[in-house]
């Protein structure tokens, strides 16, 4: 009989798993790059800037449906404390998360904050960065784009000094009915190491030359689901495992099917 009795717990148990896990949502997935000769401004013995991307949103990499909302943080890091020729006026940046099928209309940008405040000499677009120079081009699919407004002034530009970081924030939205579809693919949110970062800053110094020019493909880990929805996890288990043992105390009966004694 206990058999027959332990037969639904044992399937609640696999049914709250797989709900558990179905219903997991996803976390950030964040990407940098860092360490790319004079592209990152390694000039001179300088370790150059370095450049964190964080994509929040409830889809992981691969097929869009829908329309998607995500928030991109955005991170430049001066590496440099020491060698003030290095400090630089923070131009244009661009980062391709989608594939090239997504068309101009589906991709849409909003809410842009320069270190947690709006601030108007900046911009927010879809599209790509004209690459070592300030501007976005709204031609190139799959891309936002952040740029100093034109014509350039560097007198509005946010200064990053030794040690500095500047922080970028904005939405994108996506909608999929809009994304033009090649061989039966629409819409896909890239893999990290598939991002791709463009970025430009000009010395303080020398206003004329850059001292980053940024052009690299980032690399980062697979998706995974959030803290939250593991301690969910356990917590079912955890409550499951009392039910099973107030329902079958360690005084009753082994699996001979025999009673034990009563104390």
């Keep these: 009989m206990r058999h027959v009795v332990r037969l639904p717990l044992i399937a609640t148990a696999v049914i709250l798993a797989v709900c558990v896990c179905t219903s997991t949502s996803y976390a950030d997935e964040s990407v940098t790059v860092t360490g ?42 001066n590496l440099d404390t020491t060698n003030t ?8 940046w661009s980062l391709t998360l989608f594939n090239g099928n997504t ?16 601030n108007p000499n900046y911009f927010a677009a879809d599209g790509k960065t004209n690459n070592g120079s300030n501007g976005c081009n709204s031609n190139v699919n799959g891309a936002v784009c952040v740029s100093p407004n ?14 500095g970081t500047v922080t970028f ?3 994108i939205t996506v909608d999929t009915s809009k994304c033009t579809t090649h061989g039966g693919v629409g819409c896909q949110l890239l893999l990290g190491p598939s991002w791709d970062f463009l ?5 303080i110094s020398n206003p004329n030359g850059n001292c980053y020019a940024l052009s690299n493909y980032g690399s980062g880990a697979p998706i995974v689901p959030e803290p939250s929805s593991l301690a969910l996890f356990g917590s079912g288990l955890l409550a499951l495992g009392t039910m099973v043992r107030r329902r079958f105390p360690r005084s009753q009966a082994t699996d001979t099917g025999e009673s034990a004694p009563r104390e």
């Design 36 to 77: 790319c000769g004079t592209n990152c401004g390694q000039i001179n013995g300088s370790p150059g800037y370095s450049f964190t991307a964080n994509l929040v949103g409830n889809t992981a990499a691969g097929n869009l449906t829908g329309t998607q909302t995500y928030t991109l943080t955005y991170t430049i890091q």
């Design 85 to 92: 020729a290095q400090n630089a006026y923070v131009g244009s």
């Design 103 to 118: 068309n101009d209309t589906a991709v849409s940008v909003g809410n842009l904050t320069v270190n947690g405040v709006s």
């Design 150 to 163: 034109l014509p350039t002034n560097t007198a509005n530009e946010v200064v990053i000094g030794q040690g």
């Design 169 to 171: 924030q904005l939405t």
């Design 199 to 203: 970025s430009n800053g000009s010395c």
